[in-house]
């Protein structure tokens, strides 16, 4: 937040500050004709399986490689906090970090939800997004953002000092704990920055610091996914409910949240080009 400046500003200061802009990661190469095959595949997906969501608590689900799952609204405007495992190996998970600097501060239709590293992969791509009219508002806000963490207890005593258990990190640890009998330690220690589900956020213009408002998300609307690999996901129903005040607390209204999963028939998806994990040879320079 640099609003007070202690140093002097140098002679040549224009000179310094007047830069082009360059993108540091140019994505034109990660457009693939996946997107095409996946919008055809969308309109014969049949439905396997849902759950609900309770709010301010979590569930896992699980997607097989080459189905489709759904995030929607069902009752009232809730934001969703979303994890994503590969199945098979829980130290592969989503990297909201370097998805961010691929595709910017939101994601949607045709970004793909990339892993940690050393894999950075795939691990799924978003497929529909009935917000997706929503754009960026003249606040710089929009839906679906990779900015921000989760909301989470230490924060919130850091800045509260209260003891609070609902969550989305907490959320997320025990529906891990509950579901997938994993010790609470390492539960807490896999669960990572989200996919902030429906949250409006943005930057604020003057300070720059993470800003929420009330999310536009409506019953009925959803945002989909191509799994890419075998996934594990876990969903918490946000204690913020729309994030439109404030989270971290059982002050706000809040809703459930529904996932479904979707089969298609595997010729609609003959033409997929398979998510590899990264074939970088993991030297490091060191030979
Ligand atoms: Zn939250």
Redesign the pocket.
């Known amino acids: 937040m640099k609003i007070k400046k202690f140093s002097k500003k140098p002679f040549d200061w224009e000179e310094r500050t007047g830069a082009k802009p360059v993108v540091c990661y140019p994505n034109t190469n990660l457009q693939d004709n996946n997107l095409d095959v996946l919008l055809k595949a969308r309109k014969f997906l049949v439905k396997k399986n849902e759950i609900t969501i309770s709010p301010r608590d979590a569930k896992t689900f699980e997607v097989n490689s080459g189905n489709f799952f759904r995030i929607e609204s069902i009752e009232g405007p809730q934001?969703g906090?979303l994890n994503l495992f590969q199945l098979n190996n829980l130290n592969e998970k989503f990297y909201s970090g370097k998805t961010r600097a691929l595709y910017g501060t939101h994601i949607s239709v045709g970004d793909k939800m990339y892993s940690n590293l050393p894999y950075l992969r795939s691990l799924a791509t978003i497929t529909w997004d009935t917000l997706d009219w929503y754009g960026y508002d003249s606040d710089g806000g929009s839906v679906h953002d990779v900015i921000g963490t989760?909301?989470d207890p230490y924060t919130s005593k850091l800045l509260s000092g209260n003891d609070y258990h609902y969550?989305?990190h907490s959320n997320l640890t025990r529906a891990l704990v509950k579901e997938k009998n994993i010790e609470i330690k390492k539960a807490e220690k896999i669960v990572h920055d989200v996919l902030n589900v429906f949250m409006c956020t943005g930057f604020t213009k003057d300070t720059k610091q993470y800003f929420m408002k009330a999310s536009p998300v409506r019953p009925g609307d959803y945002i989909e996914f191509f799994a890419e690999t075998d996934l594990l996901g876990v969903l918490?129903a946000?204690?913020?409910g729309d994030?439109g005040s404030e989270?971290?607390s059982d002050t706000a209204k809040c809703y459930p949240l529904k996932v479904s999963i979707w089969s298609v028939d595997q010729k609609y998806l003959e033409n997929i080009k398979q998510s590899e994990t990264s074939s970088y040879n993991k030297n490091h320079g060191i030979d």
Do not use: K, L, N, T
Request: charged share 15%; hydrophobic share 10%; net charge neutral.
């Open positions: 934001v906090d989760r909301c969550c989305c918490s946000c204690p913020g994030c989270h971290s």
